[in-house]
């Protein structure tokens, strides 16, 4: 069984802030971990994933997140928010199937 | 290299129509999933194909079925609309022993029943 917990349903911060989102999940087995963006009426984009490698995962416009397995954490943070950061995110946990369980996302507000 | 797509882009329908949707996986991928998005909250998983036969399926009733083709295309069905069946509904490509679980998803096929 996996489940993912995105705490807070919305984040609100300045351009130029440090963009912090939580993500904690539960899983049977060692986990793989992602976190999707979803702008308005898009699809998903992969931001960034956890496969077992290296703990501090860097993804895509200046996103990264690390994997504390003792706190079952896999939180994303951006140094710097920018206005176009605006937008739904979600962490998304799989294990030994092909098929992830998604957080109910996380709505990133950027103020300027 | 082709991205996923998905067709129609939005679809309006009346309570107790069918409906099918349909997805072109990326190219070299033989899996495709299916998920439900409502307004507000994250996708759900509704089924999965791989080579033409269902590899798993999510907490959906018998009314929500699919088909993947031999081009690794896929149609999802829905019988019997309901009114919370409004949702975006994606589709994602992945292709098992490469990229860890990784899923390509489509824009989505935003759904409205009436």
Redesign the interface.
């Known amino acids: 069984a996996q489940s ?1 917990t995105q705490l807070g349903s919305h984040v609100s911060v300045s351009e130029g802030a440090l963009v912090l989102l939580r993500c904690n999940y539960s899983s049977s087995v060692p986990p ?1 971990l ?1 976190w ?1 963006v979803q702008y308005p ?6 931001l960034l ?1 956890y ?1 077992s490698a290296a703990t501090l995962v860097k993804g895509i416009n200046g996103f990264e997140a690390e994997f504390k397995k003792s706190e079952t954490s896999f939180h994303l943070t951006k140094p710097s928010a920018h206005m176009s950061d605006a937008a739904e995110y ?1 962490c ?1 946990v ?1 294990g030994g ?9 996380t709505s990133l507000i950027v103020h300027p | 290299e082709t991205g996923v797509t998905q067709s129609p882009t939005h679809l309006i329908k009346t309570r107790g129509q069918q409906v099918t949707l349909r997805c072109s996986s990326q190219s070299g991928h033989n899996t495709v999933s299916w998920y439900q998005q409502a307004l507000g909250q994250g996708p759900q998983f509704i089924f999965q194909y791989y080579r033409e036969e269902e590899n798993g399926r999510g907490n959906f009733p018998p009314r929500f079925s699919g088909l993947q083709f031999p081009n690794y295309s896929s149609e999802l069905n829905v019988n019997a609309l309901e009114l919370d069946d409004s949702a975006l509904y994606l589709c994602a490509s992945s292709k098992p022993g490469q990229g860890e679980h990784e899923q390509y998803f489509g824009p989505g096929t935003r759904l409205t029943v009436t």
């Open positions: 993912v793989y992602f999707y009426n898009q699809g998903l984009q992969l994933k496969t979600f998304a799989s199937s092909y098929i992830p369980t998604f957080g109910r996302g």
